[in-house]
C-alpha cells in the first residue's frame, strides 16, 4: 500500500434487496463503540443519524457518461458529495454509501474507476451485499438487482439465518456460490456480523488481490455453529442459468503482447455483461507479478510486487458476469501463453 | 517549459486562513477569505474579523459582487456577508446542501439537489424543480433570469413567468456555468473533461474539448472577449470576440507548467490573466506575448481560490490547505 493510497478515504458501499437488513447494519456500524467516524450517505434522509457521525441525503442520480462507452454509468451525486464532503476533511475517517434496494452497484463503483477528483481523494473499499436468508433464494429468481448484488460483492452478510433451517441455509448458500463463489460470505442474526468483517476490507485494493481462490468449502460459522461441523461437505452445486463466474489457470508465463489486446478486447466487447473481473499475471521476463481487476468495461491494472523464489509462477483470472462464454474466455485466455 | 523568472512574492503578504479556502473576495476594498469550517475572515493580517456564518457547518460555495459576499452551507443556509461583518440570512432549506450560488444587484440564487431557487431585490422567493440536480448557475446579463446547468443541458429559467424554462440540450453532466459579459455566449464545464457553449441568439452548440481534467475554474476577460479557464498543464484562454465564439480556433495556452491549473482569474482592466496550480504556485501571465511573473512559489497544496479587486491592484489568493496570502502590485 502506498502512502497515498493510505491516504485516501475509504468508501465501504452497503447494498441489499429491500428489507435484507441494510439499516440494521448501518446503525450498529455507527452506534458502536469503535472510535472510528463515518460520514454516511444515505437515500432517505432522516431516517437514521446518531450524534457525531454526518449524515447525508442523496439522489442516487445514475448518468451515462458521453465518452463513447454505452455501460459507463456513475453517480452524479456522489462525485457532488464527496466533493463537499472534503471541506469537512479530518472530520470523519471513512464513508459509507447505502443504495436503494433496487440499486445496481456498478455506476457506485464506476465512479471511483471513471472520477479523476473522487479517485485523488477517497478509494473504494469494498461492495457489501445483505442478503436475507428467508427470502434470497425467490429474489434471485424474480429480482434481477438482487443477483446483480450477489455478483457484484466482496462480502455478503446472509442475515435471518435463525427463521430458516440448516437444510435451507445451506441450499441458499449454495445459490450464492454459484454465482459468486469469491466473495466472503458470513451468516448472521439481526445483522450481527463483526464491524471489522465488513468495512475496511481493502477489496478494491491491487495490492491485496493476492488470492482470488473460490471459498467453496469455506463458509465462516463463527458463533453459529449449527452442530454440524461437515455441514459444509454438504453443499450442493448449483448452476445459475445466466450469471456466472468463470475463473481460468495458466501455469508458467503469460506473454503481454497477446493478453493486454485480449483483456482490452474482452472487456470491452463482452463489458455490459462482465460485471466484475480480476486477475494475477505472470508476464514472460518479467520479476513483478501483474495485477488487474475491472467493473464491466473499467480496468484497473499495475505491476505490483515480485513473485517470491517460493511462488509458483502461475497467472489466474476470474470474471463474474451474465451469459459468459466460458469456452471464449477460457481459451482466449489459455491462447495468451508465452 | 520554465518557471517565471521575474518576481513579484516579495510584494505578498501572508494572510493565515486556518481553514482551506472556499473562496475569495473584496469586500469595498477589504480582503475576505470564506473557509471550508464556516467561516468568513475579513480585513488583512493582524486586523482580521472571524465571522462564523456558517457554525457547525462547512462552506461549500461563494460569490461576491465586491460589495457583500454570499455563501452556501452544508447547514442548508444562505447567508450574505457585509464588509463589517454583518450577517444576513437569505434562505434556509432545511439541511440540504447549498453548493451552486449566484447574485446580481440584490438578488440571488442558489440551488438544492433539483430545486433551484432565486429571491429578487424586494424580498420574493420563486422556484424551479430541474430534472436533475444543478450543478452551477448564473444570471444572465439581461433581465431577471437564469441559467441552470444539469444533467443533459441548460435551463434557462425566467423565475417571473409562469412559461417553463427553455432547455438547451447537449448529452452529458454539465457542472460549473457562465454568460459572456454582452450575454451572447453560455459556457458550462462538464463531467467529461469538456467545455460546451451556446451562442444565445441561435442556440448553436459549441465544444470546448482536449482538457485532462474537469474545468472547474472560469473567468472571463474584462473585455468579453477571453475565457481563461483551469483544468490543463496551463490556462486554456478561449476567444470569444467573433460571432463564431473560438469555432474553428484554436485557444491561447498561458502559463504552462508540470502542474494542473485549478483557478483563473481576469484582471479586471487589463489582459492579464492570474493563475493558480495544484502545487501552490501562482503566476501573472500577459495575454499579449505571454510574458509572466511569479505571484507565489509553489507548496502547501493546490491554489483554491483567486480574485482581484476592483482596481486590479490586489490579488488574493487561497489554498486547500489554509493558507493565503495577499499580493499588492507595485506601483
Known amino acids: ?338 | 517549459m520554465t518557471e517565471p523568472t521575474s518576481s513579484l512574492t516579495q510584494h505578498v503578504r501572508p494572510l493565515p486562513a486556518g481553514a482551506p479556502v472556499v473562496g475569495a473576495a473584496f469586500l469595498a476594498g477589504e480582503p475576505a477569505l470564506a473557509l471550508a469550517d464556516g467561516v468568513v475572515l475579513i480585513g488583512e493580517n493582524g486586523a482580521q474579523r472571524r465571522v462564523a456564518a456558517h457554525p457547525e457547518g462547512a462552506i461549500l460555495v461563494a460569490r461576491s459582487d465586491g460589495g457583500k459576499l454570499v455563501t452556501g452551507g452544508d447547514d442548508g443556509r444562505v447567508v450574505s456577508i457585509g464588509a463589517d461583518g454583518s450577517l444576513r440570512d437569505i434562505a434556509d432549506e432545511k439541511g440540504r446542501w447549498i453548493d451552486a450560488l449566484a447574485m446580481r444587484g440584490g438578488a440571488f440564487a442558489w440551488a438544492a439537489g433539483r430545486r433551484a431557487s432565486a429571491r429578487d431585490e424586494a424580498g420574493a422567493i420563486r422556484s424551479f424543480e430541474a430534472p436533475t440536480t444543478v450543478r452551477g448557475l448564473c444570471f444572465l446579463p439581461k433581465g431577471y433570469r437564469l441559467a441552470l446547468a444539469h444533467y443533459n443541458g441548460v435551463s434557462l429559467w425566467f423565475p417571473n413567468a409562469a412559461a417553463a424554462p427553455s432547455l438547451l440540450e447537449w448529452k452529458g453532466s454539465h457542472l460549473d456555468a457562465t454568460v459572456s459579459p454582452d450575454g451572447r455566449f453560455l459556457v458550462t464545464s462538464m463531467q467529461e473533461n469538456a467545455l460546451h457553449g451556446w451562442r444565445l441568439a441561435d442556440a448553436r452548440n459549441m465544444r470546448m474539448t482536449g482538457y485532462p481534467g474537469k474545468t472547474r475554474s472560469l473567468s472571463w476577460s474584462h473585455d468579453g472577449h477571453w475565457l481563461a479557464t483551469s483544468g490543463a498543464d496551463a490556462c486554456v484562454v478561449w476567444p470569444f470576440k467573433d460571432k463564431d465564439g473560438p469555432m474553428g480556433k484554436a485557444p491561447r495556452e498561458c502559463g504552462v507548467r508540470a502542474a494542473r491549473v485549478t483557478q483563473a482569474a481576469f484582471h479586471p482592466r487589463a489582459l492579464v490573466v492570474a493563475i493558480g496550480y495544484s502545487d501552490g504556485l501562482a503566476l501573472l501571465c500577459r495575454l499579449a506575448d505571454g510574458a509572466e511573473i511569479l505571484a507565489r512559489a509553489p507548496g502547501e497544496g493546490a491554489i483554491s481560490a483567486l480574485c482581484w479587486d476592483a482596481q486590479g491592484a490586489r490579488l488574493l489568493f487561497g489554498l486547500e490547505t489554509g493558507a493565503a496570502g495577499l499580493l499588492t502590485l507595485p506601483a
Open chain 1, 1 to 338: 500500500m502506498t502512502d497515498a493510497a493510505r491516504e485516501k478515504i475509504p468508501v465501504t458501499v452497503l447494498t441489499g434487496y429491500l428489507g435484507a437488513g441494510k439499516t440494521t447494519l448501518l446503525n450498529r456500524i455507527l452506534s458502536e463503540p469503535h472510535g472510528r467516524r463515518y460520514a454516511v450517505i444515505v437515500n432517505e434522509f432522516g431516517e437514521i443519524g446518531i450524534d457525531g457521525d454526518l449524515v447525508v441525503g442523496a439522489d442516487e442520480e445514475v448518468f451515462e457518461m458521453n465518452n463513447g462507452c454505452i455501460c459507463c454509468t456513475v453517480r452524479g451525486d456522489l462525485i457532488r458529495i464527496i466533493e463537499g464532503l472534503m471541506k469537512r476533511k479530518g472530520k470523519f475517517d471513512a464513508i459509507i454509501v447505502e443504495t436503494t434496494g433496487l440499486a445496481d452497484p456498478a455506476p457506485v463503483a464506476q465512479t471511483f474507476f471513471v472520477d479523476e477528483d473522487v479517485r485523488n481523494v477517497a478509494r473504494l473499499d469494498a461492495v457489501v451485499t445483505i442478503a436475507d436468508a428467508k427470502w434470497l433464494a425467490q429474489r434471485l429468481r424474480d429480482a434481477p438487482e438482487a443477483k446483480n448484488q450477489i455478483a457484484f460483492a466482496d462480502v455478503i452478510v446472509l442475515n435471518k439465518t435463525d427463521l430458516v433451517s440448516a437444510g435451507e441455509l445451506r441450499e441458499v448458500e449454495a445459490r450464492i456460490r454459484a454465482i459468486n463463489p469469491y466473495a466472503r460470505l458470513h451468516r448472521a442474526q439481526r445483522c450481527d456480523v463483526a464491524i471489522a468483517e465488513v468495512l475496511e476490507r481493502r477489496a478494491f485494493d491491487l495490492d491485496r488481490i493476492l488470492d482470488i481462490e473460490p471459498e467453496f468449502l469455506v463458509v465462516d460459522d463463527h458463533d453459529h455453529d449449527h452442530g454440524d461441523p461437515h455441514h459444509a461437505h454438504g453443499l450442493k452445486h448449483y448452476h445459475d442459468e445466466d450469471m456466472q463466474s468463470i475463473g481460468a489457470r495458466l501455469e508458467g508465463d503469460v506473454d503481454p503482447d497477446k493478453f493486454m489486446p485480449w483483456i482490452n478486447r474482452l472487456t470491452q466487447e463482452r463489458g455490459p455483461n462482465i460485471l466484475r473481473c480480476k486477475g494475477i499475471v505472470a508476464f514472460k521476463d518479467d520479476p513483478k507479478r501483474f495485477v488487474f481487476q475491472g467493473v464491466h468495461m473499467m480496468l484497473d491494472g499495475e505491476p505490483q510486487r515480485d513473485w517470491r523464489p517460493e511462488e509458483k509462477r502461475e497467472s489466474k483470472v476470474v470474471f463474474i458476469g451474465r451469459d459468459l462464454d466460458e469456452d471464449e474466455i477460457r481459451e482466449g485466455f489459455l491462447a495468451c501463453a508465452a
